[in-house]
């Protein structure tokens, strides 16, 4: 079973930063597109970024110009360094890791934006 180990949500007031992580073992990560997903309450899970295993990024326009994806190939980690937060980033943050149509996901983590 492949595991997807995630850390560094909380809670954080609007314009603040934190930093995710995720580690993946060193075969999944070497070939998988590595990314993170988030699920509001009521909503449905939407991609927040993603980048390849050449280490091509892709973001969703909400995220644009605030969020950077990157991989450690060293550490077999993806992280999302997410700042200028506001409060509609509120939702929990999956780590995926994807290969055509196999998908592998962490088990969240909690994002909330409040003052």
């Known amino acids: 079973q492949v595991q997807l180990v995630e850390s560094g949500g909380g809670l954080v007031q609007p314009g603040g930063s934190l930093r995710l992580s995720c580690a993946a073992p060193?075969?999944?990560?070497?070939?998988?597109?590595m990314g993170w997903f988030r699920q509001a309450p009521g909503k449905q899970r939407e991609l927040v970024a993603a980048v390849t295993s050449r280490d091509i990024p892709n973001y969703a326009d909400s995220v644009k110009g605030r969020f950077t994806i990157s991989r450690d190939n060293a550490k077999n980690t993806v992280y999302l360094q997410m700042n200028s937060l506001i409060p509609e980033d509120t939702a929990v943050y999956y780590c995926?890791?994807?290969?055509?149509?196999?998908?592998?996901w962490g088990q969240g983590t909690q994002v909330t934006v409040s003052s």
């Open positions: 060193a075969l999944i990560f070497s070939r998988y597109t």
């Open positions: 995926n890791a994807k290969l055509v149509s196999v998908n592998f």
